[in-house]
């Protein structure tokens, strides 16, 4: 299983394999229900103010606008991005999710050597930041330190 050691992959295409993996490791996708309940488990539409070596190399491939959403799981998040006329995801589990809030204007969401650094110029990305650092810490075990 190499896709283990990176996690930003092509999700372009409908993958049985792929898919169990990515359920592996995030959880399968919520409920209807449960997606009502939580009052949503997207994000709008987010600008890429900067990124990694991997991920900047393929959003240059193109001349659009570097726009990623994020999709929360039980286990984790998935991040996706379009270039070209494939779309990729970096599939973040809890416990490997690192979120820093910069300044007033701007989020960076680490996994390993991945880094997204997201503009948050609109009061509904606040919320849904802070939507995910709660299912984060409700949904990750405690570490053997903290036992």
């Known amino acids: 299983m190499a896709y283990l050691y990176n996690m930003l992959l092509n999700i372009s295409y409908n993958d049985p394999n792929q898919r169990k993996l990515i359920e592996k490791l995030v959880g399968k996708a919520f409920s209807l229900q449960k997606r009502w309940s939580m009052g949503g488990i997207g994000s709008e539409k987010l600008i890429i103010k900067s990124s990694s070596v991997d991920i900047?190399?393929?959003?240059i491939l193109d001349q659009?606008?570097?726009i990623c959403n994020i999709?929360?799981?039980?286990k984790g998040i998935i991040i996706r991005f379009r270039s070209l006329l494939e779309t990729y995801g970096l599939i973040i589990p809890y416990y490997k999710l690192k979120l820093y809030k910069g300044k007033s204007q701007e989020y960076s969401i680490f996994?390993?050597?991945?880094?997204?650094?997201?503009?948050?110029?609109r009061k509904g990305i606040h919320s849904?930041?802070?939507?995910?650092?709660?299912h984060k810490v409700s949904n990750t075990p405690p570490s053997i330190d903290r036992i």
Do not use: M, S, T
Request: cysteine-free; proline content about 3%.
């Open 71 to 74: 999709e929360l799981r039980p």
């Open 111 to 121: 996994l390993d050597n991945h880094y997204i650094k997201i503009l948050a110029d």
């Open 128 to 134: 849904f930041f802070k939507k995910i650092n709660n």
């Open 64 to 66: 659009n606008v570097n």
């Open 56 to 59: 900047h190399n393929l959003l």
